[in-house]
């Protein structure tokens, strides 16, 4: 955390080609008080960096030529070519609803960033829409981010990049008005599921399929995972498991005091792992974050809203995991 921070929130990884970690998050005295920037901190040789700031109101507000009144979620990606992108969520006026997604780019290995654009994603002046879990890659060098849109009617949807970092087609994901936050899991070539946040009464892991890599989707009976309100994380790991990030429900419990790591070897049936955080009720550790880097799984995640939490697993051999 940066010295004399308070409040930190949303963290996303990615891996540079190197075999770097990088994390970023937003931090400041408290979610969208007007000093809240974004933050990057590097993991190497087994340890973390100082945190950098890569953006804040004032910066991003020169760059778009417009006024930033809060920043939110960041999403990242490390392009083939090695170029950084970060997507985060930033707003003129109004709350959330009214928030655009700003796409920033690195030339060289996140030391340095720079705006590249405002998606151009909707007709209420690319407004209302937000990210939050990280792209999937795509044969041809692009990428598909997960993002959702907030006014009124609320759902998910994507976002399809080319390799040069420019979007290309919106498609929205199933039918659903109570799905948010998708986390992308490829499981072939054209075969895509997204996992999701329910914000109605079933308090379980939403998801739908797309047989077309992310065109068109259909929605599927919501997964037996317990999540309460709260962003889920997902990955394919190279030995062709998965793994999610939920959080479960202790009886008597409050929603986010409970995150856990659940496993599938076809993203169809999971079962829980291992206890990420099992706290008391009160606590919260939420809006997790999780990437692999050679045979360790790392995993981070809101730290009761104080820090950002970081987990290490050693990855079994074997499909599944850890």
Request: hydrophobic letters at 45%.
């Amino acid at each position: 955390m940066p010295d004399g921070v308070p409040a930190a929130h949303a963290s996303a990884l990615a891996v540079l080609p190197s075999g770097e970690l990088l994390a970023f998050w937003w931090a400041g005295s408290r979610e969208s008080a007007p000093d809240v920037s974004l933050y990057l901190a590097r993991w190497a040789d087994g340890r973390w960096s100082a945190a950098q700031k890569v953006a804040d109101r004032a910066w991003l507000g020169r760059e778009l030529g417009f006024g930033v009144r809060r920043i939110g979620n960041p999403s990242a990606w490390v392009a083939p070519d090695g170029r950084v992108h970060v997507f985060m969520v930033a707003t003129g006026l109004g709350g959330w609803a009214a928030a655009r997604v700003v796409q920033l780019e690195s030339t060289d290995a996140a030391h340095s960033f720079s705006v590249r654009r405002v998606l151009p994603l909707t007709p209420l002046a690319d407004t209302s829409v937000l990210v939050r879990t990280n792209p999937v890659g795509l044969d041809d060098g692009g990428w598909l981010l997960p993002a959702y849109f907030e006014l009124r009617n609320k759902y998910p949807m994507l976002i399809a990049f080319d390799a040069d970092g420019a979007p290309r087609w919106l498609s929205r994901i199933g039918r659903s008005t109570t799905a948010l936050q998708p986390a992308l899991l490829p499981v072939s070539g054209t075969e895509l599921r997204a996992v999701m946040r329910d914000i109605g009464p079933s308090h379980r892991v939403q998801q739908a399929v797309s047989h077309d890599a992310g065109r068109h989707w259909e929605d599927a009976p919501p997964l037996a995972i317990p999540n309460r309100d709260d962003s889920v994380a997902a990955l394919r790991l190279a030995n062709g498991g998965y793994v999610m990030l939920h959080n479960d429900t202790l009886p008597g419990g409050s929603p986010r005091q409970w995150l856990r790591l659940s496993t599938s070897v076809d993203a169809l049936a999971w079962a829980p792992a291992l206890d990420v955080q099992r706290g008391q009720a009160g606590d919260e550790f939420s809006y997790p974050s999780v990437q692999q880097l050679g045979r360790q799984l790392h995993v981070t995640y809101t730290a009761q809203r104080q820090a950002i939490g970081h987990q290490v697993y050693d990855i079994e051999d074997g499909e599944g995991a850890p």
